[in-house]
């Protein structure tokens, strides 16, 4: 796979900040994503921002099947090509059970990734998820669209 950073520690260097993993617009994709899949580190990584990158569906696959971040409160994936086959693979990790905010804007997303976050039984504590501008969905009682404008 072809990487930015010759290990973890590289791509940690200076951001991370407290159990805060801030990646955002750093070109990464797969590769990084199995260099933080392998880093014993993540363990301690709750909000980990991966905000326009290219992590694709190849990346999130590898994030979602990582033992490793089960304490990610916070994802942010906006904007890294993603595809409801790769938001299928976050509905079904068994290691993400902590999750409450999963941010998918700008993403190829059409409609059965959306319905696999709505019915999954793997994020119990998922609260918010965003797919596009103006397309937030809360869960109180059920899930509930919220439009923002």
């Known amino acids: 796979m072809n990487v930015k950073f010759k290990d973890a520690e590289e791509l940690f ?3 991370l900040r407290g159990n805060q993993l801030m ?11 199995r260099l933080m899949a ?19 569906d ?3 696959k590898i ?4 033992p490793r971040l089960l304490n990610v409160q916070y994802l942010n ?4 090509q993603v595809t409801d086959e790769g938001v299928k693979a ?6 993400l059970s902590k999750l409450k905010r999963l941010h998918l804007k700008n993403n190829p997303i059409r409609g059965e990734g959306v319905v696999a976050l ?20 809360k869960k109180k009682e059920g899930w509930r669209y919220n439009p923002q404008g």
Do not use: I, K
């Open 13 to 15: 260097s200076g951001r």
């Open 23 to 33: 990646l955002s617009g750093r070109g990464l994709g797969p590769g990084e994503a």
């Open 38 to 56: 392998d880093s014993p580190r993540m363990e301690e990584v709750t909000w980990l921002d991966l905000d326009d990158n290219r992590m694709g």
């Open 58 to 60: 190849e990346g999130v």
């Open 63 to 66: 994030l979602a099947a990582c």
């Open 77 to 80: 994936l906006n904007g890294n």
């Open 90 to 95: 976050l509905a079904e990790s068994p290691h």
């Open 118 to 137: 709505f019915s999954s039984n793997a994020l119990d504590s998922l609260s918010v998820f965003q797919v596009n501008d103006g397309w937030t969905c």
